[in-house]
T-cell receptor, first 114, second 113 residues
Framework: EPEVTQTPSHQVTQMGQEVILRCVPI?????FYWYRQILGQKVEFLVS????????KSEIFDDQFSVERPDGSNFTLKIRSTKLEDSAMYFC????????????FGQGTRLTVV | DQQVKQNSPSLSVQEGRISILNCDYT??????FLWYKKYPAEGPTFLIS?????DKNEDGRFTVFLNKSAKHLSLHIVPSQPGDSAVYFC????????????FGKGTSLLVTP
C-alpha cells in the first residue's frame, strides 16, 4: 500500500539553527500538507501546497517557515531559525483527487529544539 | 479557537460492545468530516469520512453519523476489538480535497477484553 514517508524520524537541533524536514508524498497525489502536534495538544494545520505553490497557510506558518518541492518526489519544510516552542511532531500529508481525496499522513518527525 | 471539539478525552469499552465517539463543530462552512485513528509515535491513519450531503456513511465495523443541524457527528465502532484501542481524532474541512483539516483534541479509546 502506498504511503507517505518522512525523514528523519527524530531531529534534535539547537535554538537558532535551521532545520529541513523531508517528506515523500504518495506518488500520484497532487496536494501536500504539513501539520504539527505539540506534546499534549491537538494536530494543527501549517500549510498546504498545490501546483508548486502554497494554496493555504495558517497563522502559525510565519516568515520563519518555508516549503519547497525541489524535485518530482520530495516535499520539504524548512524552519529558518528554530525556537524552543517549535519542538513538536511534524506530520507531512498528501491527498489526491476523485475518489482518493482523504489526506494520508506520514509517521512524523519529532523535532526537539534545545 | 476550538472549531472542532471532542469533549470526552477518554472512553473505555468492553470488547464486543459498541464504542461511540462524539464530535461537535462550530464553523458552518465545514463541508467534509473525517475520523482518524492514531497510535503513539505514528501519524494519523484515515478511518472514514462523510460529506455534508449525507447523514451516514458505513465501512465495515465503522459508521459515521452526521447531524448537520446540530453540528454534531459521531463514530460508531461495532463490535469493538482490543486492537481498536488508540486515540481517535475528528477532523473537519471546507472541502474534500486540498483544504486544511481542523482537528479536535482526540478521544483515547480503550477496549478491554
Amino acid at each position: 500500500e502506498p504511503e507517505v514517508t518522512q525523514t528523519p524520524s527524530h531531529q534534535v537541533t539547537q535554538m537558532g539553527q535551521e532545520v529541513i524536514l523531508r517528506c515523500v508524498p504518495i506518488s500520484n497525489h497532487l496536494y501536500f500538507y504539513w501539520y504539527r502536534q505539540i506534546l499534549g495538544q491537538k494536530v494543527e494545520f501549517l500549510v498546504s501546497f498545490y501546483n508548486n505553490e502554497i494554496s493555504e497557510k495558517s497563522e502559525i506558518f510565519d516568515d520563519q517557515f518555508s516549503v519547497e518541492r525541489p524535485d518530482g518526489s520530495n516535499f520539504t519544510l524548512k524552519i529558518r531559525s528554530t525556537k524552543l516552542e517549535d519542538s513538536a511532531m511534524y506530520f507531512c500529508a498528501s491527498s489526491g483527487t476523485g475518489a482518493d481525496t482523504e489526506a494520508f499522513f506520514g509517521q512524523g518527525t519529532r523535532l526537539t529544539v534545545v | 479557537d476550538q472549531q472542532v471539539k471532542q469533549n470526552s478525552p477518554s472512553l473505555s469499552v468492553q470488547e464486543g460492545r459498541i464504542s461511540i465517539l462524539n464530535c461537535d463543530y462550530t464553523n458552518s462552512m465545514f463541508d467534509y468530516f473525517l475520523w482518524y485513528k492514531k497510535y503513539p509515535a505514528e501519524g494519523p491513519t484515515f478511518l472514514i469520512s462523510i460529506s455534508s450531503i449525507k447523514d451516514k456513511n458505513e465501512d465495515g465495523r465503522f459508521t459515521v453519523f452526521l447531524n448537520k443541524s446540530a453540528k454534531h457527528l459521531s463514530l460508531h465502532i461495532v463490535p469493538s476489538q482490543p486492537g481498536d484501542s488508540a486515540v481517535y481524532f475528528c477532523a473537519a474541512s471546507k472541502g474534500n480535497s486540498g483544504y486544511a483539516l481542523n482537528f479536535g483534541k482526540g478521544t483515547s479509546l480503550l477496549v478491554t477484553p
